[in-house]
């Protein structure tokens, strides 16, 4: 409705524009590498956190989170990064707590930063 607080960008594209600048002609596209190392890696981090979540084991939390939040910051993605930061800060004081409540944000908001590299990569032309 009127006065709804727009989401933040999935994406920050200066982070983008950095790995971007990283590219050398020939050097095969480093950001669609980084962009597919990333869909295979978060996936797997989230179910990761899940199983840390159903097991209560605050170490695996810690991290798995904090590897989705490197990840995740590398390319941009902060406020994907800031809710697995609060999941890492969770693990490291020992407990599990909120973290199976946070999964389906967590979720939502990887399929929003998704979408938005696959956006990224198409605007590119190929080569």
Known sequence: G??????????????LAAIRALERPGSGGLLRRVVDRYNEDAPRLVECIRAAADKA?????????????????NLGAHS????CKSLEMTG??????GAAEALPELERELLRVASALRGELIEQPAG
């Open 2 to 15: 009127p006065g709804a607080v727009p989401e933040p960008p999935a994406l920050d594209r200066a982070a």
């Open 57 to 73: 084991d605050a170490h695996a939390l810690q991290v798995a989170a904090h590897s989705l939040k490197s990840a995740s910051a």
């Open 80 to 83: 994907l990064a800031a809710i």
């Open 92 to 97: 490291r004081s020992g407990v599990t707590s």
